[in-house]
């Protein structure tokens, strides 16, 4: 944990707001993942770079020994920049235009296709690279409708009742598939969801010869609050790699890997979002933020611990933490806050997954710089932008 002092001492240094990453707590994250899984010969993490692509934080995730999850071909090109090879590049893209595909086969990444057509088209392609399969296993879970993915109306995902077309489909144009994957969803407590995916994978899985992976996804549900649930890691790894050695003796194949994809459990609570009071009017404090910056209390009613970490003095009066945009932008309502006053420092926790990634420029505003923390060292890893970023593409 970054201590209040040390936060306070960079807003004196940097002006905000600014998100600060913590890579210790990134690598914490990271060896209890190889921890959970320990039992498991041959094991991999996937990072989901959609949570944090921060070419630095790609750069520690790569250090760390993880392979990336990619759903677009920038975000392939920026896992090249940040260091990683092409057999360590999972692309698995959803109604992505084929072109992208295409080009990210030509890449030498390993590709992972959900629906009949694109798989039809990958066969006409010719590039001889064979593919992994994501499957949508009808399974509800998830925090919220927005992050429950693998229901059987979910855009995701080859339905199981496609599983015949699919033999057909790869006996007609030669296509090998060398892996099956599922991703349920984010914020997931349940254990049980996970290991009937699995089970669902496995029933598939050993309708097909020479696999090399199975990838049971990310959406690992981390804690938000202090009283706030999160899933047993270490419970899942197990059972996940008891139900994965049992299959990989009956598929009699030692070489089976088995992959998971998380995205938040490994960044969600390293990062911070530092902001300033900018007025205050009744309960409302207003910040100079808005869900232009973090968008997931808007847009997930996802909750956020806020902090006013100017003020020691232990208050129980409750107000919402508001932002500067042109609509209702909570970032907390009725929340108990040390009495705050303009100027003080407001501290946004959990803002490592989905935060930077999911900024824009509504309103006009800049996107803010982002700093990483890593053995005692404090370094900007992306400039905070600046007027001529908006207008730079613009034709006057
Ligand atoms: C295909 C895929 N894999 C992994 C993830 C990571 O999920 P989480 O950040 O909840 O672990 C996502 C998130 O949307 C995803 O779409």
């Given amino acids: 944990m970054l201590k209040d002092n040390f936060l306070l001492e960079l807003t004196k240094q940097y002006e905000t707001p600014f998100y600060i990453y913590n890579g210790n707590v990134i690598e914490y994250k990271y060896k209890q993942l190889q921890n959970a899984f320990a039992n498991c010969s041959n094991f991999q993490v996937n990072y989901a770079m959609k949570a944090l692509s921060s070419i630095a934080i790609l750069k520690l995730m790569h250090q760390l020994g993880s392979c990336v999850d990619t759903v677009s071909i920038h975000e392939v090109k920026l896992a090249f920049l940040a260091g990683f090879n092409a057999d360590e590049i999972f692309f698995t893209p959803n109604g992505t235009p084929f072109?992208?595909?295409?080009?990210?086969?030509?890449?030498?990444?390993?590709?992972?296709?959900?629906?009949?057509?694109?798989?039809?088209?990958?066969?006409?392609?010719?590039?001889?690279n064979s593919i992994a399969i994501r499957i949508n296993p009808n399974i509800k879970a998830g925090g919220n409708k927005k992050i429950t993915v693998a229901k059987k109306k979910s855009?995701?995902?080859?339905?199981?009742?496609?599983?015949?077309?699919?033999h057909k489909l790869?006996?007609?144009?030669?296509?090998?598939?060398?892996?099956?994957?599922?991703?349920?969803?984010?914020?997931?407590?349940?254990?049980d969801s996970f290991k009937n995916s699995a089970n669902v994978l496995f029933s598939i899985a050993k309708q097909f010869k020479n696999l090399k992976f199975i990838n049971f996804g990310g959406g690992f549900k981390v804690k938000y609050k202090s009283d706030d649930d999160f899933i047993n890691i270490n419970e899942i790894g197990l059972q996940l790699t008891n139900a994965f050695n049992d299959f990989k003796v009956s598929y009699n194949n030692e070489h089976l890997k088995l992959i998971i994809e998380p995205g938040k459990f490994?960044?969600?609570?390293s990062g911070l979002f530092l902001t300033e009071v900018t007025t205050i009017k009744d309960r409302n404090i207003f910040i100079n933020s808005g869900f232009n910056h973090l968008i997931r209390p808007m847009y997930y009613d996802a909750y956020h611990h806020i902090r006013n970490i100017s003020n020691t003095k232990i208050s129980t009066k409750k107000y919402h933490i508001v932002g500067y945009i042109c609509e209702q932008d909570?970032?907390?309502?009725?929340?108990?806050?040390?009495?705050?006053?303009?100027?003080?420092?407001?501290?946004?926790e959990n803002a490592g997954a989905y935060s930077f990634t999911m900024a824009s420029n509504y309103n006009s505003r800049l996107r803010p710089m982002e700093l990483l923390h890593y053995n005692e060292e404090t370094k900007i890893i992306r400039k905070k932008?600046?007027?001529?970023?908006?207008?730079q593409n613009q034709i006057f």
């Fill in 266 to 269: 490994l960044v969600s609570n």
């Fill in 330 to 348: 909570f970032f907390g309502k009725s929340r108990t806050l040390n009495k705050p006053h303009v100027g003080d420092i407001i501290c946004i």
């Fill in 99 to 128: 072109h992208e595909i295409k080009e990210a086969a030509n890449l030498g990444v390993n590709i992972t296709l959900d629906n009949i057509i694109q798989i039809e088209q990958y066969a006409k392609l010719n590039v001889g």
């Fill in 170 to 191: 790869i006996k007609e144009c030669g296509l090998q598939i060398h892996g099956f994957h599922i991703h349920l969803g984010s914020d997931i407590l349940s254990i």
């Fill in 155 to 166: 855009k995701f995902g080859l339905s199981i009742s496609k599983v015949d077309k699919l």
């Fill in 385 to 391: 932008e600046c007027f001529k970023d908006l207008v």
